[in-house]
């Protein structure tokens, strides 16, 4: 079975700076997707960014940013230039292809402290 | 659109008492499922749903029943609550393509006296 594991059960950053979230998995699959979920205080689960295990490219989504290590089994969120906005709780999640039937597996999660 | 309504938001049982937690969505997206949420344990899978009729478990189905009869709908049951069901459940559904995205529901916060 998969695991995702977040070894980083808080992080703080001052405004306007870079942070980078830690995520590791484990898989015995080539193929997959990986996301990152981001949960403010209102609970409401937002997707942030999603990665193809087959592409080499490491996804953006504006100020948001992955480095995607497939043999290391490592997937980093960088979030550049913080805002007070970005104060949350972030999940990686894995979920393998096969039509992605048995749904996401998530890790426990690193609380984001942005600093004014 | 409305996305994936779940309700209620909150809810206080007995030990002993039965419930249904409500999640609808109007995406006419084919997967749907239910997660919970334990403070430092992240999101667990407790049933999916691969499209009407069919369910299966995920992976702590435990205490739990689901059905689907609808494409919209896919309720979830409490048979007989416990004090260790208090959690934050959430429904999320997507599309039956791969990697596409789930959306989640705003959550319903549990609690089992």
């Known amino acids: 079975a998969q695991t995702v594991t977040q070894s980083q059960p808080e992080m703080s950053v001052q405004e306007a700076e870079t942070v980078t979230l830690s995520c590791t998995y484990d898989?015995?699959?080539?193929?997959?997707?990986l996301f990152w979920y981001k949960q403010p205080p209102s609970r409401q689960m937002i997707l942030v960014i999603r990665?193809?295990?087959?592409?080499?490219q490491n996804a953006t989504e504006n100020r948001f940013s992955v480095n995607f290590q497939k043999a290391a089994k490592s997937f980093s969120l960088k979030i550049s230039d913080s805002q007070l906005g970005d104060a949350a709780m972030y999940f990686c999640?894995?979920?393998?292809?096969?039509?992605?039937?048995?749904?996401?597996?998530f890790g426990k999660g690193t609380h984001l402290i942005i600093q004014p | 659109n409305a996305g994936v309504t779940q309700t209620p938001k909150f809810q206080v049982l007995k030990t002993g008492q039965s419930m249904t937690l409500q999640c609808a969505q109007d995406?006419?997206?084919?997967?749907m499922s239910w997660y919970r949420q334990d403070p430092g344990m992240g999101l667990r899978l407790i049933h999916y749903?691969?499209?009407?009729?069919?369910?299966d478990q995920g992976e702590v189905p435990n205490g739990y029943n689901v059905s689907r009869s609808t494409t919209e709908d896919f309720p979830l049951r409490l048979l007989s609550a416990a004090p260790s069901q208090t959690s934050v459940y959430f429904c999320?559904?997507?599309?039956?393509?791969?990697?596409?995205?789930?959306?989640f529901g705003q959550g319903t916060r549990l609690t089992v006296v």
């Open positions: 999320a559904s997507s599309l039956g393509i791969e990697g596409t995205e789930a959306f």
């Open positions: 898989t015995s699959e080539s193929d997959y997707y």
């Open positions: 990665q193809e295990a087959y592409k080499q």
């Open positions: 999640a894995y979920r393998r292809t096969g039509g992605g039937a048995d749904g996401l597996t």
């Open positions: 995406m006419n997206h084919e997967y």
């Open positions: 749903s691969v499209g009407a009729g069919i369910t």
